[in-house]
Every structure is written in C-alpha cells, then in structure tokens.
C-alpha cells in the first residue's frame, strides 16, 4: 500500500522569504501522480500543483515549485515570495495512475504560518 | 460553475444517532469520492462512485457507513447508529469522467460531524 508522510506538522515563513515544505512517500508503482493541495482556514481544498512521475521536469505554478526526486521518494513543495494569503494547511498526495479508482492518499499535512 | 458542495457544515450527534451527510458534485462530473479526516490524523479515502455506482468501497470503515449516489448526481453518506470515534471532517470531492491519475478532485468544504 502507499503511504505519504509529511514529517513537519507546523512550519512558519516571513512574508516575501522562501519555505520548502516536504514530503515523502512510499510506492512500487513506476508510474503515478502527486499532488499538493492547500486549504485554508474555514475553506476548500484547492490543487496547487500537480506532478506526473514520469516527467523528470519539475512542476512549476507561478510561485509554487516542487522537487521531485524520484529515486529518493521525495516530494518537497517550495512557496517563494511567500504572501499572507499562503497561509494555509498544506496535503502532499499521491494517486496512481491505474486502479483504485484513482483515490488519494494523502500525509498528516503541514499547516503554514506567514508572518507580517 | 458552483464548485462541490456538501450539508450540513456541521452537526452535532449523540452516539447511537443517526446522522446522514449530503455532497453535491460538480455537474457533469462523474467520479463522486468521500474522504474523512480524524482529528490529528491523515484524510483517509472512504469510497469512489462511478456516476451511481460503487466503484471501490474499501476505505469504509464498517457495516455502519452505508453511501448512495442517487442516479448518479448527488451523494449521500450515512452513519447508523454513529460511534463516538466517527467524529471528523468528511470530505466530497469529484472529477471528471475517466480514470487517469491526472484528474483533477475538486474537494467540497466537508461537514465536521461530532459525536458525542
């Protein structure tokens, strides 16, 4: 079974500095999808960014970024120019690409603090 | 285009009660998911209809959780009777027709279901 494990439950940034957010995870499958997804205070959960295993190319969404390092089964999400607005719980998940309905799994989550 | 709905936002039950959530998919979106989140653990995968049809149950928890998706629109999920540790945040969300790991879930707002 695959697992997601996001190991910092609370990370803080300034307002206009960088944070990396990260995860792991833990699959056999060759080909499959992560995603990041955020959600703030009270809201829905939105999709920030999405990567498909099989482009070694990073992911990029206007100031969001992600490292994918395939063999190391990591997943880390970068924030640059960070804004209040970023502040938010943060899902790293991941779904494979056949079977299971294409379901997500996701980690504990990150919540996110900016600063002013 | 309304987004993913559900009802209520919150409720508050004694155990033993029964309790029945709604979620509102996307029109024209035929993956329908339920998802739940304990208190301090990961959003776990509950099931996945195809339009009105159960496409992957296993996520559900036991004989006490019964989900219907009435001609393949809205969807409900009912908790009878309900336990103290089925308190959490539920969450709907659906995509598009198809299968690939690249469909986007668009996720409701979730109802908070307290059992007391």
């Known amino acids: 079974a695959q697992t997601v494990t996001q190991s910092q439950p609370e990370m803080s940034v300034q307002e206009a500095e960088t944070v990396t957010l990260s995860c792991t995870y833990d699959t056999s499958e060759s080909d499959y999808y992560l995603f990041w997804y955020k959600q703030p205070p009270s809201r829905q959960m939105i999709l920030v960014i999405r990567q498909e295993a099989y482009k070694q190319q990073n992911a990029t969404e206007n100031r969001f970024s992600v490292n994918f390092q395939k063999a190391a089964k990591s997943f880390s999400l970068k924030i640059s120019d960070s804004q209040l607005g970023d502040a938010a719980m943060y899902f790293c998940?991941?779904?494979?690409?056949f079977g299971a309905g294409n379901m997500l799994t996701f980690g504990g989550g990150t919540r996110l603090m900016v600063k002013p | 285009e309304a987004g993913v709905t559900q009802f209520p936002s919150h409720s508050v039950i004694e155990k033993g009660q029964t309790v029945t959530l709604r979620c509102d998919p996307i029109s024209g979106h035929d993956n329908l998911y339920w998802y739940r989140r304990v208190m301090g653990k990961e959003i776990k995968f509950l099931l996945h209809?195809?339009?009105?049809?159960?496409?992957?149950e296993s996520g559900m928890p036991n004989n006490r959780f019964l989900a219907e998706r009435t001609g393949g629109t809205y969807s409900t999920l009912k908790v009878q009777p309900a336990e103290l540790e089925d308190s959490g945040v539920y969450f709907c969300a659906s995509s598009q027709r198809g299968q690939g790991g690249n469909n986007e879930q668009f996720f409701g707002p979730g109802t908070r279901l307290t059992v007391l």
């Open positions: 209809f195809v339009k009105e049809s159960k496409q992957d």
């Open positions: 998940a991941y779904s494979g690409q």
